[in-house]
Each structure stands twice: as C-alpha cells, then as structure tokens.
C-alpha cells in the first residue's frame, strides 16, 4: 500500500513538473509581448502623453527624422527657367533690393548635412526639431556661428498615418498639455529666437488651439514664421492679431530632391523678392539641397540680399 502511494506521489510529480516545463515559457512569452505592446501603445499611439516622455528616451526612440508630410505644398507661381549669372545681370539693371531668406528645417538628426549647410555661410536660418539625436551638438555649432536658430515645432497633420515626431501639439490636447510640450520642446532648443511649424495642417487651421499657440509665443517675446503647409493655416493672421512678429513661406525649395528643379525654386524665390521686396524660402537638410544652394550661392548673393529670417518678421 505505502508502495502505491509512493508511485503515484511519484508519478504527480512527474506531471506536476512536465506542466510546470511547458508553462513558464508560454507565460514568460506572453508577459514579454504584452510588455513590448503597452510600450508601444505608450510612446506611439497616445499622442496627448508624448509630452510626459523624457527627452533622452524619445530621441532613442526616434532616431530618424519624422517623415517630412506637405499635404497642400503647391506655390502659387510656377518655378521659371533657371538663368544664368549674366543673363541676370543683363535683365535685372536695377538696384538690388529683394531681401531672402532661407530656413532649414528638420535640423538635429542628419549632422553631416547640417555641418556642410553651417560651411556654405549664407546667413541660412537652422530651425531645429526638438529631441533629435543631434540636436544639443548642432545647436551649439549654429550658436557659435550667430546663426538665427528657430524651434522646428511639430504640430498634428491632416493624415495621423504621418507621424510628426516627438513633442508634437495635437488638437485632443488640452491647454495645459500644449503649454507643457511646448515648454519642453522649447527647453530642447534652448537658443530659439522664434519658431516655425513642421508638418500641422490640421493644428494650424484650428483658430482655437492657435490662438492658445501665439498666447505662448508672445509671453516668451519669440517669433512665428507661418510654414504653410496648409492653405487653410491661420498662423499668419493669428499671430499679427495677436502682437507675434511674424512671417510666412513663399517658396518650397525642395519638395522634389532634383538639385537642378531645387535651383528652378531658388530662382523663383529670387523673383518673388526683388518683386515684393523680401521673399522666405523653405528647405531641409538634403542632399540635392546642399548642392543646389552651393552651386547656386553666386547668383542669390548678385541678385539679392541674403538676411537671417529675423530681419524680415514684422
């Protein structure tokens, strides 16, 4: 009998222990996956809470710059043939007066790029997004070369599939939640002299949640540059309504990164200024746009005055 009972405790144990081999696995598994899926839902699905991220685990989450998104980047003039240095000369006999300037967005993720951008020394204003890999390095660089420095701020698109980046505004927001991003976003570009939008058609239509915006940037005496990916944006005649310095795009330099349609925009942005007076253009951190403006920095500098972009807010 104390036999029987001493293989059947035996025989349970064998079970008991085959069990035990199968589930931990399973269940540490699964525990791994559900973890791995809160972490994800956190930091990329809940836009409201990317604000709560510290910086030093959104940038290591984002190492690449948030895709660029202009849903409505049309310019109202189609880009003229490309003229030569003479040609321009020939044609425009008048006194040089147009006024340009160039703002580089999406700084602090490519170093390389922005470092030969830095060497082309054209009074090019270096907007940077908060939290990028490169951002602390490269603005301190822009900084020694008293270079306009704006925050690239991202604010929420039309199309939610296009991820503006960490320390985005979103209209689900509540006031107090866009003061605290924007506070943070503007403690990671600590040099900002004003700011620009990166992506936003759908923040920037809002006349509420702009509205709240420009409160900000007026407190903190910044300005706003207006970069129009929206037609609808209400930026502009926000911020000269609500006392902002402001400014907005008249040209996309490198929706296409062609670097001779690049010069095609360059010129344009030529002619937009010497017929307006001043003209802002808008480019990024490409290749193509690093040597169209490098093959294309004689002629701006005969034609037109290059100035940083806080010269022309008004």
């Known amino acids: 009998m104390a036999a029987k009972k001493k293989k059947k405790a035996k025989q349970v144990k064998k079970v008991k222990s085959f069990v035990s081999r199968l589930l931990y696995p399973v269940l540490l598994t699964g525990l791994v996956l559900f973890s791995m899926a809160a972490a994800v839902f956190v930091i990329f699905l809940q836009p409201g809470t990317v604000s709560e991220i510290s910086p030093a685990k959104v940038a290591s989450v984002h190492k ?81 070369r008293d270079c306009d420095i704006l925050l690239h701020l991202p604010m929420e698109p039309k199309k939610l599939k296009y991820d503006p980046g960490p320390g985005a505004l979103y209209l689900k927001m509540s006031k107090s939640q866009i003061g605290d991003t924007f506070k943070k976003d503007l403690a990671a570009v600590s040099m900002a002299i004003g700011l620009n939008n990166h992506m936003g058609s759908r923040f920037s239509e809002d006349r509420k949640a702009m509205g709240y915006l420009m409160e900000l940037i007026k407190e903190r005496d910044l300005f ?34 062609d670097k001779e349609k690049i010069k095609k925009q360059l010129d344009l942005l030529i002619r937009l200024a010497r017929k307006n007076g001043s003209a802002i253009g808008i480019g990024h951190p490409y290749p193509a746009t690093v040597a169209a403006l490098s093959e294309y920095r004689d002629t701006l500098r005969e034609n037109v005055t290059l100035v940083p972009v806080h010269s022309l807010v008004r």
């Open 64 to 144: 690449r710059p948030p895709q660029i998104m202009y849903e409505e980047p049309a310019d109202t003039l189609a880009p003229l043939p490309v003229l030569s240095p003479a040609l321009y000369k020939q044609r425009y006999r008048e006194k040089k007066d147009g006024r340009v300037a160039i703002i580089i967005d999406d700084i602090g993720y490519k170093k390389s790029i922005a470092e030969q951008l830095f060497e082309l020394d054209m009074n090019i204003t270096f907007s940077f997004l908060p939290f990028g890999p490169y951002t602390a390095i490269l603005l301190k660089e822009a900084g020694d």
């Open 224 to 257: 706003f540059v207006d970069s129009l990916t929206s037609a609808g944006s209400v930026g502009y005649e926000l911020a000269g309504k609500t006392g902002v310095k402001t400014g907005k795009r008249s040209v996309f330099l490198d929706n296409e990164q």
